[in-house]
């Protein structure tokens, strides 16, 4: 399969086509958002390119980023958040679904996304 297609062993992929129910938050020719199942924080939202991208380490196009990006925060202004986190990991074991994907997650308790504490300045 080359770098762009459709895969029909991709969950993500049959989403995006809309042959696996989702409940999706946000459509376009390019991408999707989707929300996560399970959820791991109240806001849990999957946002996706349509074609097959494996992961983010192979992502080209500069275009896309940055639109996967944007829709990423339109999801959470959409939720009413202002604090959110947007995540994406590349490769086993921390990926999954080898298809790429952004978390877009708020609420609850997540704590900093490598373990660190820190304190807040007033």
């Known amino acids: ?12 992929c ?7 129910p989702a409940n999706f ?4 020719a390019d991408l999707v958002a989707f929300d996560a199942e399970p959820r791991a924080t109240p806001l ?15 992502l080209a196009d500069v275009d896309l980023a940055g639109r996967l990006v944007l ?4 999801i959470a202004r ?11 990991n590349s490769g086993a074991p921390l990926q999954d679904v080898f298809h790429l994907h952004w978390h877009v997650m708020a609420g609850g308790e997540m704590g900093h996304p490598a373990g660190i504490a820190f ?3 007033t």
């Not at 938050?25 to 376009?28: A, C, H, L, P, V």
Request: proline share 2%.
């Open 78 to 88: 959409d939720a009413g958040v202002t604090s959110f986190r947007l995540a994406t």
């Open 44 to 58: 849990h939202v999957l946002v996706i390119p349509r074609r097959h991208i494996r992961s983010v380490a192979d």
């Open 1 to 12: 399969m080359g770098l762009g297609e459709i895969s029909s062993d991709c969950v993500f």
């Open 119 to 121: 304190s807040r300045r």
């Open 14 to 20: 049959r989403i995006a086509a809309h042959e696996a």
């Open 71 to 74: 829709a990423a925060v339109r």
């Open 25 to 28: 938050r946000f459509e376009d």
